[in-house]
């Protein structure tokens, strides 16, 4: 058996099958999504694996891998004709990788797996220098839906001493899952929201000046959505916290 090119033939296909799956990135449906998608893809990750074992420049060899994943990925961008069709793939690509396909090789555990993982991150971004992908076990993922994924507000209110199940948070979560996820867009805004902001609370909590930022945050933006919520100016507290994604994204997001 062509370890090698059943690889690396099969990586392209792992990345669509990927995006295709796409919709059961859903609290009641990722851990059932994950698990048949893995058993799909697992040939190509043992194939992998194999091949990886027998050569002798392993580096090289994951290199080649993670560059046919990444140029595949390349060249269904530049072949959509108009921006906004290159945007929305753009974005069900990072997605379809950061929570599929890095999670399905790292859940190999193979010795492969985790050099992989690093060079198909680095090959990413030498492509698409404006994303922040980046390697997530499924567990950590999947653990993820309980929370709820409120990452910023979450940051904020763990700064503020606020448990996970407090009130604003449960208040905001609610107003995601409820009516954000009902606007004929929500659900392109909650893509987004998955993209930037993790990686916005990481840079800053290593700014040095987190406590400071996150007050500003909780005074400028949380509070007042809240208050909207609470008095039923949905659209307004979506318009601000667009906003406050949007102000911390140009101030941190840029300096990955």
């Given at each position: ?7 690396i033939?099969g990586?392209?296909?792992m990345?669509?099958?990927a995006?295709?799956a796409?919709?059961g990135?859903k609290r ?8 048949e ?7 190509v990750?043992?194939a992998?694996?194999q ?17 046919a ?5 390349l ?9 906004g069709?290159k945007e929305r ?7 379809a ?14 010795q ?17 220098p404006?994303?922040n992908?980046q ?9 993820g839906f309980h929370?709820k994924?409120?990452y910023?507000?979450?940051?904020v ?15 905001l ?6 009516y ?24 800053i ?5 987190a ?5 500003s ?8 959505c ?10 307004a507290?979506?318009r601000?916290y667009e906003?406050?994604v949007?102000?911390?994204e ?7």
């Amino acid at each position: 058996m062509n370890y090698y090119l059943t690889a690396i033939e099969g990586m392209p296909e792992m990345l669509s099958s990927a995006c295709g799956a796409l919709e059961g990135f859903k609290r009641n449906r990722y851990k059932d999504a994950f698990e048949e998608l893995y058993l799909k893809n697992r040939a190509v990750l043992e194939a992998l694996e194999q091949g990886y074992l027998m050569v002798i420049d392993k580096d090289q060899y994951l290199t080649n891998m993670a560059e046919a994943l990444a140029e595949n990925a390349l060249s269904r961008v530049n072949a959509c004709p108009k921006r906004g069709e290159k945007e929305r793939l753009m974005m069900d690509l990072n997605l379809a990788m950061a929570v599929y396909v890095l999670p399905m090789i790292l859940e190999y555990r193979g010795q492969s797996s985790k050099p992989f993982a690093d060079k198909a991150v680095a090959s990413w971004k030498a492509r698409f220098p404006k994303t922040n992908l980046q390697a997530a076990e499924f567990t950590y993922i999947e653990q993820g839906f309980h929370k709820k994924y409120c990452y910023i507000t979450t940051a904020v209110c763990e700064e503020l001493g606020r448990p996970d199940d407090c009130y604003e948070l449960n208040l905001l979560r609610n107003y995601r899952d409820t009516y954000l996820a009902s606007l004929s867009d929500g659900d392109v805004l909650i893509r987004k929201y998955y993209d930037v902001a993790p990686s916005i609370v990481k840079h800053i909590n290593q700014s040095g000046r987190a406590e400071e930022i996150y007050h500003s945050i909780w005074k400028d933006y949380i509070q007042p959505c809240i208050r909207m919520i609470e008095n039923g100016e949905a659209e307004a507290c979506r318009r601000l916290y667009e906003d406050m994604v949007y102000m911390l994204e140009k101030k941190f997001f840029a300096k990955i």
